[in-house]
């Protein structure tokens, strides 16, 4: 129903390394990088200059292991089904560097609010037209559209056909874009990320995969 930034590294575990829900081992077991947890926290990961409080999350329903950055600097774990506490944080790990620079970012100077307010203006003008276009050539309904300053994902598409859309789409190529405004259509015939609803998305977004890249090397920026 919504596609995330690139706040996280969302990559299939290694082949092989499933361990089931009752092997998951204590933070003693777990590489150099690990501290013991504080009160609260799931486990500590340190880079030596940086210590990220980790928080796990098990989805049934998850394929892959999730690493986000929360608001508050924090890192959240998915596990998936299968999967375990001492793999998912060797995952983590491996991606502290990347978890470091999205720190840093999410305490950089906030836009201007001025700056905002017209980029907003100006996503309303744009994003709308181009959206309900898009809906008429799939012959899709949709009931309401909403401009705003979204966090941690793109855009979103409830269950009655309600569109929400990052103003930021307005900053982005062109081709980049229209690749969001499909992803969130495409969620109005499937609502769930099934293959059934990639093979929707690259019907209608033949070339949707170099959009992904863009967004995961180049969207982040856009912040």
């Not at 098990?58 to 892959?64: E, T």
């Not at 905002?116 to 809906?135: G, M, N, S």
């Not at 401009?147 to 598409?157: D, H, P």
Request: aromatic letters at 8%.
């Amino acid at each position: 129903m919504q596609i995330e930034l690139p706040f996280g590294v969302d990559l299939p575990p290694d082949r092989g390394s499933h361990v089931p829900f009752q092997g998951d081992l204590v933070a003693s077991g777990f590489s150099r990088n690990t501290v013991p947890a504080a009160s609260g926290h799931d486990a500590l990961l340190s880079t030596g200059a940086e210590t990220f409080p980790v928080y796990f999350v098990r989805m049934r329903r998850a394929r892959r292991y999730v690493l986000r950055v929360r608001p508050d600097g924090a890192l959240r774990l998915t596990i998936p089904r299968g999967g375990s506490r001492a793999e998912a944080l060797r995952f983590a790990e491996r991606h502290l560097a990347w978890a470091a620079r999205e720190r840093a970012r999410a305490t950089a100077t906030p836009v201007d609010p001025g700056v905002e307010r017209e980029l907003r203006a100006r996503a309303r003008e744009r994003l709308i037209p181009e959206l309900l276009a898009l809906a008429r050539q799939h012959e899709l309904t949709v009931s309401r559209v909403s401009i705003r300053n979204q966090r941690s994902r793109w855009g979103a598409c409830s269950p009655g056909g309600h569109i929400t859309l990052n103003y930021r789409l307005i900053l982005m190529p062109p081709d980049v874009r229209e690749y969001v405004l499909l992803h969130e259509l495409m969620h109005l015939k499937q609502p769930n990320h099934s293959p059934r609803f990639w093979r929707l998305v690259s019907a209608a977004c033949p070339r949707f995969r170099e959009a992904e890249r863009w967004l995961k090397s180049s969207g982040r920026a856009l912040f």
